[in-house]
């Protein structure tokens, strides 16, 4: 079995600030992705950033870096220099060998003017 | 920019109808998702495929078919729409291996 938990069903950050979305996860799988999709309002969902399990080194993209904890089975986001555009609901997702691409409940993250 | 593309965006439809929600990808992609949106924003796998003429349920229960004649569509289709079919759904397809999924932009059904 393999499952995403995102304990935060809401986020709100100032703009220009930084924060921190929580995931852990949990699968049987020994070789398997993590990822952070964007979906804003009413929009197509995008990948934000990928991590492969096998790397210790934490994946980072431009304003946003990742979190790997791969004992504790935990997968943060960090979102530096927010902006408003960064507003829109967030999933972590796994994904192994097999077919299942799990995806956590979502993370909602308001960005304030 | 993800060539996935589903059709309709929008479908209004009365109970009792038949109906197919369309999805296609230009990226070659063996694997092929349908998820339901609640209205909550969760996402729950209502059916997969591994490549042609490969289709499995998901974990959500779902009253849909899907079917993979082709690699590059995937159509989910429902014999008798009912109102608690009412919700988004989004298609997504992934290159063999740990990739990620690309999404196509959803189509949004309300049966009345």
């Known amino acids: 079995a393999q499952t995403v938990t995102q304990s935060q069903p809401e986020m709100s950050v100032q703009e220009a600030e930084t924060v921190t979305l929580s995931c852990t996860y949990d699968?049987?799988?020994?070789?398997?992705?993590l990822f952070w999709y964007k979906q804003p309002p009413s929009r197509q969902m995008i990948l934000v950033i990928r991590q492969e399990a096998y790397k210790q080194q934490n994946a980072t993209e431009n304003r946003f870096s990742v979190n790997f904890q791969k004992a504790a089975k935990s997968f943060s986001l960090k979102i530096s220099d927010s902006q408003l555009g960064d507003a829109a609901m967030y999933f972590c997702a796994c994904g192994g060998s097999n077919y299942k691409l799990t995806f956590g409940k979502g993370t909602l993250l308001t960005v304030n003017p | 920019e993800a060539d996935i593309y589903q059709t309709p965006r929008y479908l209004v439809i009365g109970t009792g109808k038949k109906i197919t929600l369309e999805c296609s990808q230009t990226m070659g992609h063996d694997k092929m998702y349908w998820y339901q949106q609640d209205p909550g924003m969760e996402l729950h796998l209502i059916h997969y495929s591994y490549g042609v003429n490969s289709t499995e349920k998901g974990d959500l229960s779902s009253e849909s078919t899907v079917s993979r004649i082709r690699t590059e569509h995937f159509p989910l289709t429902l014999e008798s729409a009912r109102p608690s079919h009412t919700s988004q759904y989004l298609c997504a397809s992934r290159l063999r291996g740990n990739t990620e999924a690309f999404f196509g932009q959803g189509t949004r059904l309300t049966v009345v």
């Open positions: 699968t049987s799988e020994s070789d398997y992705y």
